[in-house]
């Protein structure tokens, strides 16, 4: 099967192709070749718009669909805890699943291939092991007590039995600074390296970094005033403060979420001490919770690899890519639609260790292809732009 498109992104350091077409095994969906130019015949459909790979969605919560519309937005960090505290397990558990039930497949339908989701329950367990998009699951642990974290470890690794009963791919992953004890961070990250991939929200916000450097700010006050332990008072960044408390990584793939307020001397610890980091950009939630964007100008200069994710419903409006990738183009002057593909599609792929199948076209992959339309006169994304799944 052959599908014609205005443009072609194959990625995998193949260039963008105009009016360009791939073929494909209508069976399974595999790659068989692509190409343009003189090779279009004038009776051929020539879709308007842009080919890609599936999306990798590198950063969602699922299971969380229910709270959309829920939250106030610009609450900043501390505010964003208070309300999801208070929002969490008000819903019955069958509209729950019937909400994740409705973003899984919608999200299939726009063309996301693969996704790595965290989970802090079984409730999208079998929803997503059911869903032809591949998942990752990242039972993500809290527990600020340090008493707490081997009762937490544990129900944690009965999750995972069951995550893996169910068929999917899961391990334990810690949260972030803020909700955890020093003793559990390194507990959870340990159990989520040995399974080889780890997925932290990293440097999210000022409160958080106000937290760690000076034991102050927002977030600070937040768990004080709830009685709870907080993390250690470093002087330095929370980044920092997690390579230092986790040590270097040589053997997995770890993605830092968020990481808004990172820095480039950062980015190159980051790089230097985790051979296979990666950064998860969520803009969209980022702007709802606290109206900041990450470095972007930065993070490229940094040559640290990059992923697109949607963050969940409880700080976004849509689990939608190309709306997060838009976000981008506005934001960024200079952004190309291929580079922020990129990182939609071949970023996400790699940190899941799906490369090889996924993330790209290119003969012998089933990356899923995808149609972006209404693109503007010079090819770029348009707020009118949408994309759908064509295999
Ligand atoms: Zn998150």
Redesign the pocket.
């Known amino acids: 099967m052959r599908v014609y498109a205005k443009y072609i992104y194959p990625l995998g350091g193949a260039a963008p192709i105009r009016n360009g077409y791939v073929d494909y095994d209508p069976a399974d969906g595999t790659i068989l070749g692509f190409g343009g130019g003189e090779s279009i015949p004038e009776d051929a459909t020539v879709l308007d718009g842009a080919v890609t790979p599936g999306f990798v969605n590198a950063?969602?919560?699922v299971e969380l669909s229910y709270m959309k519309s829920l939250f106030k937005r610009g609450t900043g960090m501390a505010g964003f805890i208070d309300q999801i505290n208070a929002l969490r397990d008000t819903a019955p558990l069958q509209e729950k699943l019937s909400d994740i039930q409705e973003q899984m497949d919608s999200m299939w339908r726009s063309g996301v291939s693969a996704m790595a989701d965290?989970s802090n329950c079984e409730d999208s367990f079998a929803i997503k092991a059911a869903s032809p998009m591949y998942t990752r699951t990242f039972l993500e642990v809290f527990g600020t007590e340090p008493e707490d974290c081997a009762g937490v470890m544990a129900s944690a690794r009965e999750l995972c039995r069951k995550a893996a009963a169910c068929g999917l791919d899961a391990a334990p992953t810690p949260h972030a600074c803020y909700t955890m004890s020093p003793e559990l961070l390194k507990a959870s990250s340990e159990d989520a390296i040995r399974a080889g991939f780890l997925s932290y929200?990293s440097e999210e916000t000022p409160e958080e970094e106000e937290m760690i450097s000076s034991g102050s700010g927002r977030l600070w006050n937040n768990r004080k005033a709830a009685g709870m332990s907080t993390p250690p008072v470093t002087g330095g960044s929370s980044l920092d403060y997690f390579l230092d408390t986790i040590g270097p990584v040589k053997d997995a793939n770890v993605l830092l979420?968020?990481e808004v307020c990172m820095t480039a001397e950062g980015a190159a610890r980051a790089q230097e001490m985790i051979p296979n980091v990666f950064v998860a950009l969520?803009p969209r939630?980022n702007i709802y919770i606290h109206n900041a964007l990450p470095p972007v100008e930065m993070l490229r200069r940094s040559g640290i690899r990059l992923a697109l994710?949607t963050?969940?419903l409880s700080?976004n409006d849509s689990l939608d890519m190309v709306s997060e990738m838009l976000c981008l183009q506005e934001n960024f002057e200079g952004l190309s639609l291929g580079e922020i593909l990129s990182w939609s599609c071949e970023g996400g792929a790699d940190f899941l260790g799906k490369g090889d199948i996924l993330g790209s076209i290119a003969p012998g992959k089933r990356p899923g292809l995808v149609l972006i339309d209404h693109l503007d006169a010079s090819g770029r994304l348009t707020t009118a732009s949408s994309s759908y799944r064509i295999v």
């Open positions: 950063h969602c919560h965290i929200h979420v968020h969520c939630s994710g963050d969940s700080s």
